[in-house]
């Protein structure tokens, strides 16, 4: 089993910066090839933000590209979002998401953290 705890969510100002960790513990992680972030706004599908493999390999969603960077520290299993120029419509609850590939999410979800962008 595989656990993801997500830490740094809160309130920002338009324009504004946060960076979201999520910390992975448990004896399944070696099987844990990709790790990434998805969020959920009220009334939407959950939708996919960024995923990196521990290839170093991303993917983000068109929507947040040239705004937000995903990196990983493979020694702490430890997987970071740095949000910039942050967006009302990047308010959401953010979940942090372990499995084996980029493109999909995998099996394991973290608990989940708000963000919300507001003036």
């Known amino acids: 089993q595989v656990q993801l705890v997500e830490s740094g969510g809160g309130l920002v100002q338009p324009g504004g910066s946060l960076r979201l960790s999520c910390a992975a513990s448990?004896?399944?992680?070696?099987?844990?090839?990709?790790m990434g972030w998805y969020r959920q706004a009220p009334g939407k599908q959950r939708e996919l933000v960024a995923v990196?493999?521990?290839?170093?390999?991303?993917n983000y969603a068109e929507s947040v590209m040239g705004r937000f960077t995903i990196s990983r520290d493979n020694a702490k299993n430890t997987v970071y979002l740095q949000m910039n120029s942050l967006k009302p419509e990047d308010t959401a609850v953010y979940y942090c998401?372990?499995?084996?590939?980029?493109?999909?999410?995998?099996?394991?979800w973290g608990q989940g953290t708000q963000v919300t962008v507001s003036s």
């Open positions: 448990g004896g399944g992680f070696n099987s844990i090839n990709a």
């Open positions: 998401n372990a499995g084996s590939w980029i493109h999909t999410p995998g099996n394991y």
């Open positions: 990196i493999a521990r290839s170093g390999t991303r």
